[in-house]
């Protein structure tokens, strides 16, 4: 079994890999060269992404639509800050389209990384973000221990409808506060196409220096990265 994940801000990077430890098997980023080479040899992924806008995020339904899936069988596991939508559903209509046997489905919440909205700071404050991360990792182990049995969750796999809302939302650069360090380019998932392609990870946003960068709000209230939130 083999674990494929994306993760904008390390929420979804840290349960993969604490799967990946219980499990004994390998995870990897959709980020790293092998990861294609290592998916063609596997005949059981569980593929892990975080949940954008009640759906997958763009750049995670791009890297699927250009792998082959044929006869593979795919466990999906979603991170959300509130709700995981249809974002289960519709990607294992996308894999079953594409010639897989889905195996189930997980979805875990974890602490929300747009910080620059004050509404979604208000609904999901930061002082919980603890008791989430606890929860979320207690809940690991139990589908480890379910996986083992060959007993895989059906959760986000019975929604009658799968919803994903569509937005036209694009990250801002304030001039006035960026020094052009180039960090963000050089973090962003999509590297050389930063600037013209974006999935909304917040990746930039949480490591700006400057606190230059906003997307859904105009001012930086919580820069929020796993790593961060364990210091």
Not at 89 to 114: D, H, R, V, W
Not at 155 to 176: F, P, W
Request: hydrophobic letters at 35%; proline letters at 4%.
């Amino acid at each position: 079994m083999l674990i494929v994940y994306f993760s904008g801000t390390g929420n979804t990077r840290h349960l993969a890999k604490k799967l990946a430890a219980l499990l004994n098997c390998e995870s990897s980023s959709i980020e790293e060269k092998q990861t294609e080479v290592k998916l063609a040899q596997s005949a059981q992924v569980i593929l892990a992404y975080p949940v954008y806008f009640s759906g997958p995020p763009k750049i995670i339904s791009e890297f699927v639509e250009s792998q082959t899936w044929q006869n593979k069988q795919v466990f999906l596991l979603t991170t959300c800050g509130l709700m995981n939508g249809g974002a289960i559903k519709s990607m294992a209509e996308t894999l079953k389209a594409a010639g897989a046997a889905i195996l189930g489905g997980m979805s875990f919440q974890m602490p929300e990384n747009i910080g620059d909205n004050a509404l979604f700071m208000k609904v999901l404050p930061p002082s919980g973000n603890n008791k989430k991360i606890v929860k979320a990792e207690i809940g690991i182990e139990l589908l480890a221990a379910k996986i083992k049995r060959g007993d895989y969750p059906q959760k986000g796999l019975r929604m009658a409808v799968s919803t994903h809302v569509n937005s036209d939302v694009k990250m801002k650069i304030d001039e006035t506060k960026c020094n052009h360090c180039g960090l963000c380019k050089k973090l962003c998932p999509y590297q050389e196409e930063y600037g013209t392609k974006c999935t909304l990870c917040y990746r930039c946003y949480a490591n700006c220096p400057q606190q230059a960068i906003t997307g859904f709000g105009k001012k930086v209230v919580v820069q929020y990265t796993f790593e961060k939130e364990l210091e």
